[in-house]
């Protein structure tokens, strides 16, 4: 996938946990998709770890202020850098 398609997907799915300022309820349905889509979004290790993460700071009354999914892209595409592995 796009890494900016999953820029505007993230930007989307932090827009939905807005929904829970005026809604609250809808965090008991958005906590649990959100930690998934995380998981599909950005694999291996690290899409757990944020999948984890999401899910509880969604879950948390006055935590969803936080874009968790926009941070986990800055994370992907611009401050993570490229391991270069060496074979022996």
Do not use: H, Q
């Not at 900016?4 to 939905?16: E, G, H, T, W």
């Not at 807005?18 to 649990?32: E, R």
């Amino acid at each position: 996938m796009n890494k900016y398609k999953k820029l505007a997907i993230s930007l989307v799915c932090d827009a939905l946990g807005y929904v829970s300022f005026v809604f609250p309820p809808f965090d008991i349905v958005w906590a649990p998709l959100a930690g998934y889509l995380m998981t599909k979004l950005y694999k291996g290790r690290t899409g757990k770890i944020a999948g984890a993460i999401v899910f509880i700071e969604e879950a948390m009354p006055f935590l969803d202020i936080v874009p968790t999914f926009t941070l986990m892209w800055l994370y992907s595409y611009v401050f993570k850098t490229e391991e270069t592995v060496i074979e022996v």
